[in-house]
């Protein structure tokens, strides 16, 4: 087999059209064999992190901005006329395809990966699923996820190291007193 090539599987992914494109692209990384797998993911995570980092980060404040607009003119006919810019700017189908990557991730990686995608499988458990659906909710998700990593995720609990060798005898009966 070919060696896998993660930036061209990125590239792959961030042109899929919709989320269960990318559910389609991780089952190759699934495929592999279990040594060829963990060098792939690993991989794909640094390069979507590293995307994420200095693309989606970087505009936190912008969101935060244009969510909190929105709000402000929750139920008026203002608020239907800011989503419909929002949602032309930007499809919802566009931040469920980053959602399915990080989830994706988690699901090979599980506690072993990023803080970042730790955060997202997090945040997208807690989004209700009409939210999913929709562009602002998918702008949420992103900033809920940014509020989480400022918050730090809790640790993967470390694994139990295995007991080496035989057990000592057990002592019957209570201390001697002499």
């Known amino acids: 087999m070919t060696d896998f090539d993660a930036s061209s599987f990125v590239r792959r992914i961030q042109r899929a059209e919709k989320a269960a494109d990318v559910d389609t692209a991780f089952s190759e990384i699934t495929a592999l064999k279990p ?5 792939a993911i690993d991989a794909v995570e640094t390069l ?17 901005s244009v969510v909190a607009d929105i709000d402000a003119v929750k139920g008026t006919p203002r608020e239907a006329f800011m989503v419909a810019q ?4 930007m499809p919802a189908e566009e931040g469920k395809i980053m959602t399915a990557a990080f989830t994706n991730i988690h699901k090979i ?11 997202y499988a997090q945040e997208v458990a807690k989004l209700p699923a009409a939210d999913f659906d929709t562009t602002l909710g998918q702008l949420k998700l992103v ?6 990593l400022q918050a730090g995720l809790p640790e ?13 005898p057990r002592r019957r009966g209570g201390p001697k007193h002499h």
Do not use: T
Not at 48 to 64: D, F, R, T, Y
Not at 86 to 89: A, E, F, P, R, T
């Open 48 to 64: 979507c992190v590293s995307h994420w980092q200095s693309n989606a980060a970087a505009g936190i404040g912008m969101l935060k």
């Open 156 to 168: 993967a609990a470390p694994a139990k190291k295995p007991i080496k060798g035989p057990r000592p």
């Open 109 to 119: 990686k599980g506690d072993k990966s990023a803080p970042l995608v730790r955060a």
């Open 86 to 89: 929002l949602n032309s700017m």
């Open 35 to 39: 040594a060829e797998q963990k060098k």
């Open 143 to 148: 900033m809920s996820v940014d509020a989480a």
